[in-house]
């Protein structure tokens, strides 16, 4: 019998949504979960400088939808260079001990921005996309859109045809990750999204 894992996700954009459903699918795999055994909901909000409220209003809405069904909730919000830990904090208070996602719930916090969690890996960005020559990591800023603009000359000196700074390859760049631990270091909130994500798949498997 095939058990359904079903996952709920509220994420800022497409380029969120590329990559952290194709992390989704391979930490999934990892942990010999199929990725036809997983029913993706995504609900994407509006982003900026509303997103918390947009998620407290999101959390309120799903005590009147139900959500028995829903096995995990990942959400993903930008960290603005807050900081993950601080947005994760900011984050739970809008779920109280009785909300029924309560221990649900898997937070995804790139900081300060989703488009650096693209370049990490230089080779599968290069491999992934089809670039002549990828990026270096290039230095923390807070600056909007930075990295989107570093991943958008990166594409361009390659000529290589995006109309989403590179989000429709995200899985192909995450296919061509060969070890995601090793990206560990380059990210804290990316190391605490993947093993908070594994724990909670393996608890699901028990």
Known sequence: MVVEIRILYFLEDRAQEGLIKALVERIAEGESIAAGTL??????????????????????????IGTANIDLLVVA???????????????????????????????????????????????????????DRAPSMPPYKCERAYYKQVLNQALS????????????????????????????????????FVEDLRRMLRNKLQ
């Open 39 to 64: 029913v993706h909901d995504i609900r994407s909000a509006r982003g900026g400088s509303r997103i918390v409220k947009e998620f407290k209003s999101f959390i309120k809405d799903t005590e009147k």
């Open 77 to 131: 919000i930008d960290g603005n260079c807050k900081g993950h830990r601080d947005r994760i904090n900011e984050l739970e208070k809008s779920i109280k001990s009785n909300h029924p996602l309560n221990g649900k719930v898997v937070y995804a916090v790139p900081d300060p921005h989703i488009e650096r969690w693209y370049i990490m890996d230089q080779r599968a960005l290069k491999e992934g996309v089809g670039l």
């Open 157 to 192: 000196e390659s000529n290589v045809s995006s109309l989403l700074s590179g989000a429709e390859y995200a899985e192909k760049i995450v296919s061509k990750i060969t070890d995601i631990k090793s990206l560990y270091g380059q990210n804290a909130g990316f190391r605490v």
